[in-house]
């Protein structure tokens, strides 16, 4: 329906074999991009014998089949304060070059160094729209946002203990922002977010 | 500093006269526009003493001055479910002009009677981003991001009682939102919703 | 005692001795269906070796006895948001069954693709009553009463993750609605669902 | 459009201006009942200006206009736990009034003096559908669904203090209740109860 | 120290070797009773190899030491409202025996039967002290403290779910008790309930 | 009804006019003491036209009829954290007075100056029951429980600010506190707490 | 008692005459500085017609007799992200002074505009101890905690609204803070961390 | 960077051979201490094939390097209140070794019996700091910080259940402690209270 957009399918609270069918159907009748997300490696297991060229990521958990993408368009920065927040990136990343955009990385780059984020201020100046995954305080967006012009959709992790509360203490964080431009996803959301950065990387064009 | 951005008061929680320091300080430095939210009637009567060129709108409690904003560009949709959603979705209204983008009302299109929505179809695919302003159970954004392929920009209010928790309830509801391209701030902020929109309107130029 | 009622054990917390041996004696005591709701396999294992007609539905994990019912009566329509929400969803068909109901499904109508939904209309003004079950942002039961003048009993449930907090974001939505003619129950209560649906189902006779 | 609904406005963050407006045309355009529910006395003030017939009731803040209502139909039972409940109470009533039922209530029935409700069962078996209204810990549905067959509303009151949230405790009471054929509406909202109460109590003609 | 109360050990967060440690300890330098709650099956297995006179009830897991308690006096009547709430009213019997009391039992009484529990007042009235035990909505408490003029030790469970909140929603009905007379203790907390309403029995004598 | 208890109304969210008719209608049907709590100095005003004999307590807001008390009883300790406790501590106290209990009353003794507290101990172990009243965090209950071999009711205030929670830190604090016998009621529910200890006091005769 | 340590009434909850009383006692019988907190002006009015050396600060509400508090010793950098901060960021200064250290004050050097902060590091490098102030999401504490070597204590403000939740957002922020060295104290309490900020710079001597 | 601070990697979230490889890295490019927290014993396997040097604390999970640390300095007094809450006292315990202070250690002092804490007063007042470390209701370092003029540090750990919220319980008090010179760390949060009590212990050479 939608031109452009990879078809899409929500693995968790499905059974592989649900799964799997929704996601060859999918490649069968359509001829874009192909993505499962929160999916196990039993689903990419069952979709690959009937479709081998359906690849899987680890670490976001993600089966997906690249097709019909073209050459990476615009410039979009996804920013991970630290590394236990690259699952959430990783999904991100995987979500937007799905959606035709071209994708920077910036990794470890938490408020508590800030000279690591400073020193690449131009990478940061580059990129259209910004997608900045942090767990702990959430402090990242805001800082981030306050340096840039640019629209920043920031996601909150579950990364952190105690009164962290599953990310609710990063998500608040970020929705009480005192720099404009932040638009917040659900927590861990890297798949919304990466959504939502390709669609605005699009109007650039 | 940055080109096209006005330069912005948050008045909540500052005397009249502080306020008012601070708007015609910057009305005299700059050559853009100039805005104070979330201001008194006070804050006003002190700031166009001086400067006769501010403006008031009461329903959102803004004190502006427009001045060197230019053709408005693009086209913003700001949605809102009920009247009394009003005074938030003027506040999205507002800053969006103050920072030159084109911009389109549609009011009392809640869930409850969809058909008013349905009947406006055009007017939501004509829309380069959208601002959906919603109280109650704020269910409003996931249908319309359902129903277009553009950014969405969710504005959950404080309009409701009982376990509507302040605002809290809306808030998590489109945090949660089925429909992929939502991007969420916080309660009552039509301000923070503008400023990014209009932050994304601006990249279709 | 209540004529056409069935007699219910909630599994959850209990032995798989225990619920079999109740399950058993209310076979035996009654002439009516008998049930056993959030009951594992093993409960089942146990009850037919004594009682061979009871039957077993793996996805709402229900243990039962089709006695005494009749022939179905009314029309109620339970409607599933995803195909995640299906267990619920099959808790309150099977109880509606047992209470004597006809009952209808329509499953994958969330609010993401409002058109499937509005493609089946008729089917929704012909129930008595609807049961709606949805989880993520639970959305679905304010679009839904929106459409219908009769009464809707919506079920948030468990399916989602972040600031879900468990099912608690959707009924809240639900609570909040601003549809009139909604009841709510508890999370993931596709029984109380059920059973109340039956109870309203019955009145039209 | 729906036939013996009565039309109904929220009168709750409108100006007294907005509110009675509405309510007039409404009065002018239809010919059935007429609701304005959260209404302060300067609304029906500025309504009885244009149209005398319009009636208020001060403790639930209702204006309203009893008109094309027919003969009482069927049997409501609207049971509330303490006089601070009336308000709520109230609201539900004069609801199913202009929705056309029949309406008896019952008050000051809480559960610390349960011999006062046990002694009135008769008039508990006698209603078609039984709206109940409590704060505090809320714990009146759960009993009055254990004694009767029929389904009961419950509503949640903010009356109370210290841990009670308000009113978030007998909400959270309510749709824990261990007795089946309860459906919850959100805190004080007598309309929304008096409304699904009548929709299922008209289906018993 | 405190003569007629047993020495006790809370043996969650230990390791089976220092919760045994302790228990024989106590074992062999007091003469009265001697308790170990939340006592898994290997801390029993260390114990009675030294101690053969230990105690073991699998239900509330709890080790024990009958000794030196004299005949039960007085009068304690500790209710369940369902079988599932059994392991924590057995550690609340467990902790009335062991410091002396007279302890009777009434099980399966949950508000939704009522009449169960009002065919038995003659043994609600003979009670001193009664200790009710409820998950779900907690509402027993609040009814059982209507019907009697004695002291009611209530303990809400974790038994329930969804909106249920591991038990903070019996908790706060019990708090918000229409029934004067109620003292509450924290979730599942048989032994803290059996320990004060033991201490008030003791004052009878 | 129960002989040597009060006749109680809770007069908040009920009119004055309300209020003191009921007190009245108690006054002279009944002989024993009569007691209305959250009352404020005009239900005082009228009750006391008709009733010259009912007096007022400022602080605790209740208005009360010492009447057929006998002579006090028994020993019950309230203590206050700190001075701004007093209006639920005074609450406590005259509830026991009216219940018939000898009261005693130690102010001014928070955990922050330990030694005010531990210079007073045997006007602790003198009392049957104590009633410790604290705001703050609610660390007293815990350390006079430590200190005593009595029952103690526990009262949280809604004294303190920030994450204080209008009372639900210091009732969390002494719903989990790590000594044993202690018996919690809600938040600032100073009549809740009187009224057990006189139940309880009242076994020691 | 405490060498250097000023007497302290908190006079939230106690009558103007009260908190006069007490402060007045203490200016009577000791020798070092006195500190009302949360006095409204009614306090100092009736204060200075004892003492007329009392002094009142509005903002923070403070009434306060420096007296005996020698040459300030030390530095301590009380910072504020914004202006609304000001009335805790003073509370905190005043009470440092009272405790005899050297205070420097640095404002309006929120996350938003990270170089108004980075042009002061030299001030930052020269506390011995700093006390940082922030409302909205709270993220000032983790920024200077990550420039620093010395301890952070944060203070969260009740400045923001929505999700804001009356400061538990940036209390939550601050304990969640991914730099090292920050110890938190509670919303709004400006004077406890300027009490503690003291404690630690005294070390320093 | 920073002289005489550990080189520190929290392990939770990483897999085994990613701490194991930063660890690794960091002791082979410094020169001072290494610490790994919230490490499997795994973490410490791969380590010591490299560097045998490392050592492992088993109940705190900490992976660490003693290198460069010079003799003990200045003296920080550790306070558990119970034997569960020693792996996050421990955690406190090595952070401060590692960081070169003098450490001592009281264990098994809870409030339930306050003569075991008061009975070693003296070893409180010889610290320059002092952390405490209490889970249940957490009301240890008010009792402390009332007992001692020097700071205190305080740990909510999440040993505890029910209404005790993972820790939140504990937290919440210490924040609303009423005594002055109390600085909060997040739940189970050891290492970080070590850190900034060792920066304390630190200025007072
Ligand atoms: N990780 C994710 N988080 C939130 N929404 C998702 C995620 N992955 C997929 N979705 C959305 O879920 C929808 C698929 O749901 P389903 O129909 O259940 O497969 C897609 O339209 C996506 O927009
Ligand atoms: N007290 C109430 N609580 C909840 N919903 C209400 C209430 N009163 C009216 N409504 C609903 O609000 C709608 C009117 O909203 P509005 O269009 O803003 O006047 C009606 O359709 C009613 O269903
Ligand atoms: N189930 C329980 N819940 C709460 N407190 C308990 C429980 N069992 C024992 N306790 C208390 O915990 C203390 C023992 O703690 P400990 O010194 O850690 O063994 C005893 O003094 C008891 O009062
Ligand atoms: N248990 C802990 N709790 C909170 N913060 C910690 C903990 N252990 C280490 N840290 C901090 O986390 C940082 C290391 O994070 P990382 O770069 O992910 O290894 C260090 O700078 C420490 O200050
Ligand atoms: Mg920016
Ligand atoms: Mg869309
Ligand atoms: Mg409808
Ligand atoms: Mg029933
Ligand atoms: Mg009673
Ligand atoms: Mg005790
Ligand atoms: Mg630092
Ligand atoms: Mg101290």
Same mark, same amino acid.
């Given at each position: 329906?939608? #031109?452009?957009?990879?078809?899409?399918?929500?693995?968790?609270?499905?059974?592989?074999?649900?799964?799997?069918?929704?996601?060859?159907?999918?490649?069968?009748?359509?001829?874009?991009?192909?993505?499962?997300?929160?999916?196990?490696?039993?689903?990419?297991?069952?979709?690959?014998?009937?479709?081998?060229?359906?690849?899987?990521?680890?670490?976001?958990?993600?089966?997906?089949?690249?097709?019909?993408?073209?050459?990476?368009?615009?410039?979009?920065?996804?920013?991970?304060?630290?590394?236990?927040?690259?699952?959430?990136?990783?999904?991100?990343?995987?979500?937007?070059?799905?959606?035709?955009? #071209?994708?920077?990385?910036?990794?470890?780059?938490?408020?508590?160094?800030? /000279?690591?984020?400073?020193?690449?201020?131009?990478?940061?100046?580059?990129?259209?729209?910004?997608?900045?995954?942090?767990?702990?305080?959430?402090?990242?967006?805001? $800082?981030?946002?306050?340096?840039?012009?640019?629209?920043?959709?920031?996601?909150?992790?579950?990364?952190?203990?105690?009164? /962290?509360?599953?990310?609710?203490?990063?998500?608040?964080?970020?929705?009480?922002?005192?720099?404009?431009? $932040?638009?917040?996803?659900?927590?861990?959301?890297?798949?919304?977010?990466?959504?939502?950065?390709?669609?605005?990387?699009?109007?650039?064009?």
């Amino acid at each position: 329906l939608r #031109r452009g957009f990879p078809e899409v399918v929500y693995c968790e609270g499905k059974t592989p074999e649900q799964s799997a069918q929704i996601l060859i159907r999918l490649a069968e009748t359509g001829e874009g991009p192909v993505l499962g997300t929160r999916a196990g490696r039993e689903v990419f297991d069952l979709v690959r014998r009937t479709h081998p060229s359906f690849e899987y990521e680890e670490l976001s958990r993600m089966v997906f089949l690249r097709r019909g993408i073209g050459s990476p368009k615009g410039q979009v920065l996804v920013i991970a304060a630290g590394t236990s927040d690259l699952p959430v990136a990783n999904e991100a990343v995987l979500t937007l070059e799905l959606m035709g955009a #071209r994708v920077e990385q910036m990794i470890d780059v938490g408020v508590a160094g800030l /000279h690591r984020l400073l020193g690449q201020l131009d990478r940061l100046y580059q990129a259209r729209v910004l997608v900045v995954v942090a767990g702990m305080e959430g402090a990242l967006p805001s $800082v981030v946002a306050g340096l840039v012009d640019q629209p920043v959709i920031a996601v909150p992790t579950s990364v952190g203990y105690g009164s /962290h509360l599953g990310g609710l203490t990063p998500l608040l964080s970020m929705l009480n922002s005192c720099s404009s431009g $932040v638009g917040v996803v659900n927590i861990d959301n890297g798949f919304g977010a990466g959504y939502l950065a390709a669609m605005i990387n699009r109007m650039g064009e």
